[in-house]
């Protein structure tokens, strides 16, 4: 397929699904702003302490590689006039992006996987050990699964995300069967 194919006509409107984590990033940012204040005044002070400054450092690096980690901005463009979808995800420590040809994705579904529950009575009577976690993954037409988050999430998002690529899909192949 050419760079820039043609527009495809009577294509489905382009999709757009972001996930961001404003919040956690809000509340990340204001705690190791905190912390860093807090390293500081220990330095700083009438009577300078190292080791408090070591203690509120290292907490705000371990929040920063946190922020790093969980702060990305997740996205699904597609595009039905050019026949392209396009996977990707920003962050502090860079971006990514992946682009498919629409006839290359088969579909979407959710992908299930059983992690330790962080829960403080988890294994108790009333609190599994372990709780489900589920992320939508891409399914090309040769069988390989792309995750479209990193971080496993709650199901009613997954699946939200899931039902809104399969109608597009199936939209965009009912106006090119031959795709």
């Given at each position: 397929?050419?760079?820039?194919?043609?527009?495809?006509?009577?294509?489905?409107?382009?999709?757009r699904l972001v996930k961001r984590r404003t919040a956690l990033v809000v509340l990340t940012s204001f705690v190791i702003f905190v912390l860093l204040a807090g390293a500081g005044s220990f330095l700083l002070g009438p009577y300078p302490r190292p080791?408090?400054?070591?203690?509120?450092?290292g907490m705000a690096l371990v929040l920063l590689l946190l922020l790093g980690w969980v702060g990305r901005t997740d996205r699904i463009d597609g595009d039905g006039p050019s026949g392209r979808l396009v996977l990707s995800a920003a962050g502090i420590f860079g971006r990514s992006r992946r682009v498919f040809t629409l006839a290359e994705i088969s579909h979407a579904e959710i992908d299930r996987e059983s992690v330790a529950s962080t829960h403080p009575l988890a294994g108790t009577a009333s609190v599994p050990l372990y709780a489900d976690a589920e992320r939508p993954v891409l399914v090309l037409a040769d069988g390989r699964r792309l995750p479209v988050w990193r971080v496993t999430q709650g199901t009613v998002e997954?699946?939200?995300?899931?039902?809104?690529?399969?109608?597009?899909?199936?939209a965009?192949?009912?106006s090119h069967p031959n795709e």
């Amino acid at each position: 397929m050419p760079p820039n194919p043609p527009p495809l006509p009577d294509a489905p409107p382009r999709l757009r699904l972001v996930k961001r984590r404003t919040a956690l990033v809000v509340l990340t940012s204001f705690v190791i702003f905190v912390l860093l204040a807090g390293a500081g005044s220990f330095l700083l002070g009438p009577y300078p302490r190292p080791a408090g400054t070591a203690l509120f450092g290292g907490m705000a690096l371990v929040l920063l590689l946190l922020l790093g980690w969980v702060g990305r901005t997740d996205r699904i463009d597609g595009d039905g006039p050019s026949g392209r979808l396009v996977l990707s995800a920003a962050g502090i420590f860079g971006r990514s992006r992946r682009v498919f040809t629409l006839a290359e994705i088969s579909h979407a579904e959710i992908d299930r996987e059983s992690v330790a529950s962080t829960h403080p009575l988890a294994g108790t009577a009333s609190v599994p050990l372990y709780a489900d976690a589920e992320r939508p993954v891409l399914v090309l037409a040769d069988g390989r699964r792309l995750p479209v988050w990193r971080v496993t999430q709650g199901t009613v998002e997954a699946e939200h995300w899931v039902t809104r690529v399969n109608a597009w899909l199936a939209a965009w192949r009912g106006s090119h069967p031959n795709e």
